[in-house]
């Protein structure tokens, strides 16, 4: 059984840092790419950044320069690091884990920026 266990979520104020984590467990880990994605109330979600399994990554525009994905396959987590954190990143975060046709959600962290 596949799960995806995000944490890290929380209420920071603008200018804030914050760390969220995606704990995996029933895949092969380093062979998936890997992504955050985000939905704030009334809107689609997007993706925030992604990783692949060789470690390339790619971001929103929204977010380059502010937010960093790392990944560390001997602890099967993924990490996304928020610096510089703006009242519109707001939203539920999402981890996605992806291999081909198989694609898996975590049940998502809630981040809160306001002051």
């Known amino acids: 059984q596949v799960q995806l266990v995000e944490s890290g979520g929380g209420l920071v104020q603008p200018g804030g840092s914050l760390r969220l984590s995606c704990a995996a467990s029933?895949?092969?880990?380093?062979?998936?790419?890997m992504g955050w994605y985000r939905q704030a109330p009334g809107k689609e979600r997007e993706l925030v950044a992604a990783i692949t399994s060789g470690g390339s990554t790619n971001y929103a525009d929204s977010v380059k320069g502010r937010f960093t994905i790392s990944r560390d396959n001997a602890k099967n987590t993924v990490y996304l690091q928020m610096n510089s954190l703006k009242p519109e990143d707001t939203a539920v975060y999402y981890c996605n884990a992806n291999r081909f046709i198989r694609s898996y959600w975590g049940q998502g962290t809630q981040v809160t920026v306001s002051s």
């Open positions: 029933g895949v092969i880990f380093n062979m998936y790419a």
